[in-house]
């Protein structure tokens, strides 16, 4: 069983919004933080946005007030709304499931934002 499943990529003209939804499966549980990270080509791996079981958000400085997390714990989901995309946001971007004793990611879906 695949432990998370993403959805929402696509491609999408510069200014324009994408919704990413991440589900968890019934196979993991005690989820702590639940986050979008993102690796461009050539590029590490980083962080977009990360959101624990309380709610506390955390924003990389490059998407701030752009994009929004939230989760809905009782369908161990988490959403990623981007707005206002840029070029530069385009990357593969991984869910990730933070437990007590493991980190999993999911496949990754492509987000291309055409200038």
């Known amino acids: 069983q695949v432990p998370l499943v993403e959805s929402g990529g696509g491609l999408v003209q510069a200014g324009g919004s994408l919704r990413l939804s991440c ?29 624990s079981s309380g ?27 981007m707005n206002s995309l840029k070029p530069e946001d385009t990357a593969v971007y991984y869910c990730s499931a933070v437990t007590t004793v493991n980190r999993y990611w999911g496949q990754g879906t492509q987000v291309t934002v055409s200038s």
């Open 55 to 81: 709610g506390s958000t955390t924003y990389a400085d490059s998407v701030k007030g752009r994009v929004t997390i939230a989760r809905d714990n009782a369908k161990n989901t988490v959403y990623l709304q």
């Open 23 to 51: 589900a968890a499966s019934g196979s993991i549980f005690n989820i702590n933080d639940m986050g979008w990270y993102r690796q461009a080509p050539g590029k590490q791996r980083e962080l977009v946005a990360v959101i």
